[in-house]
Structure formats: structure tokens, C-alpha cells
T-cell receptor, first 113, second 114 residues
């Protein structure tokens, strides 16, 4: 599974969009990009995932560059409750094999009032 | 409500004692996982199970043991052989292995060995 690189921390003003970058320059064609977040002392929470196309759900949007070497998670209107560590993970989706997620150290997003 | 429960939330044990962490899910998921998290670090996979009565070692299985006798339960035993057992332990489940199914995590158990 490809390795990811994320900035260790970011700040965002409450109500503004939070844009969290992730580099995955060694990503393979069959690897998906996943985003999870972990609020302090809780279990990680799934946010979104994608392969090539941009994706949007009720929590966030995922923008993947055309060459797939990087992606950006967008929280459109950040709130104080979005303060968390955000993990970008790339993983092969293959039937019958482990669903192992490899977590790096992520980006600590601090939403400021 | 469907979900994953882990108990207890905080656990204290003396050095040299074995301790078992509970993980139960009522999501009817086939696959279950145990991760360990140390301060300021990401999660590391200890063991995973794809189906009842079957499990495989993850990246840091030494000093741990698991069982999967029931679909909904995947207890983790931290043995005295684990050199640094103090950590935050997270259990997760997913509908099946592979595919694009995301994992659902429990609230975690913080183990402190004195």
C-alpha cells in the first residue's frame, strides 16, 4: 500500500472551509484514497473515500488530482467539533484479502472560534 | 442501536498480569480488527479476523492473543510477554474484507500497566 504525506497541523477559522492536503505520489492504479478522522481519545471515524473522481457526501468533499498523486479533503463550513486528527490512507481494494488500514500520524486540524 | 462496544474505557493492571479487552459488535460484520495507538502516533494493526474461528497476525502481534468464537465478539488478551502494554486499544469491524468497505471503530480502551 502506498505511503501518504500530510502536514502535521493546520488551523482554520470557524465557519470557513478547511482544506486538508495529502500527497500519495506512489499510489497505484487500483488503490483508493480514504479519509478518517479521530477526535481526541475516541475511535477513528470514516469520512469519505474515492478512486479517481471527486466525491462528496454529507460530511466532506474529496478532490483527487488527475494524476492521482495528491488529494484534498474539504470540510465546507468547519465547526469547533471538527477539531481532530485527520488521516489520509491509500489502500488496495481487493476481494478476500485483509482490509488493513495503515495509519500515519495525520494532520491535526484546529478550528478556531 | 447498532455499533461496536469496548469495555472498559479505562483499565489498570499490574505488570506481569494478563488482561483481556472486550470488543462486541451487533452490525453483523464478518471482519474484526484490533489496533494499538501510542501517544502522538497512528494506529498499528495487532490482529484481524475475517471470519469466525479464523484470525491472522497483524504488524505487532507479539505479546497478544485473540479468539473469534462468535461473529459478534473478538476479545484481545494482552499477555505478560508484551513489553510495553500501556496504550490505547481500538477495535474495528467491517462488513467483509477487501472491497471498499470502510471500518467502523469502537470507542477504545485505555490500558495502563503499573
Amino acid at each position: 500500500d502506498a505511503k501518504t504525506t500530510q502536514p502535521p497541523s493546520m488551523d482554520c477559522a470557524e465557519g470557513r472551509a478547511a482544506n486538508l492536503p495529502c500527497n500519495h505520489s506512489t499510489i497505484s492504479g487500483n488503490e483508493y484514497v480514504y479519509w478518517y478522522r479521530q477526535i481526541h481519545s475516541q475511535g477513528p471515524q470514516y469520512i469519505i473515500h474515492g478512486l479517481k473522481n471527486n466525491e462528496t457526501n454529507e460530511m466532506a468533499s474529496l478532490i483527487i488530482t488527475e494524476d492521482r498523486k495528491s488529494s484534498t479533503l474539504i470540510l465546507p463550513h468547519a465547526t469547533l467539533r471538527d477539531t481532530a486528527v485527520y488521516y489520509c490512507i491509500v489502500r488496495v481494494a481487493r476481494g478476500g484479502a485483509t482490509n488493513k488500514l495503515i495509519f500515519g500520524t495525520g494532520t491535526l486540524l484546529a478550528v478556531q472560534p | 442501536d447498532g455499533g461496536i462496544t469496548q469495555s472498559p474505557k479505562y483499565l489498570f493492571r499490574k505488570e506481569g498480569q494478563n488482561v483481556t479487552l472486550s470488543c462486541e459488535q451487533n452490525l453483523n460484520h464478518d471482519a474484526m480488527y484490533w489496533y494499538r495507538q501510542d501517544p502522538g502516533q497512528g494506529l498499528r494493526l495487532i490482529y484481524y479476523s475475517q471470519i469466525v474461528n479464523d484470525f491472522q497476525k497483524g504488524d505487532i502481534a507479539e505479546g497478544y492473543s485473540v479468539s473469534r468464537e462468535k461473529k459478534e465478539s473478538f476479545p484481545l488478551t494482552v499477555t505478560s510477554a508484551q513489553k510495553n502494554p500501556t496504550a490505547f486499544y481500538l477495535c474495528a469491524s467491517s462488513p467483509r474484507t477487501g472491497g471498499t468497505n470502510e471500518q467502523f471503530f469502537g470507542p477504545g480502551t485505555r490500558l495502563t500497566v503499573l
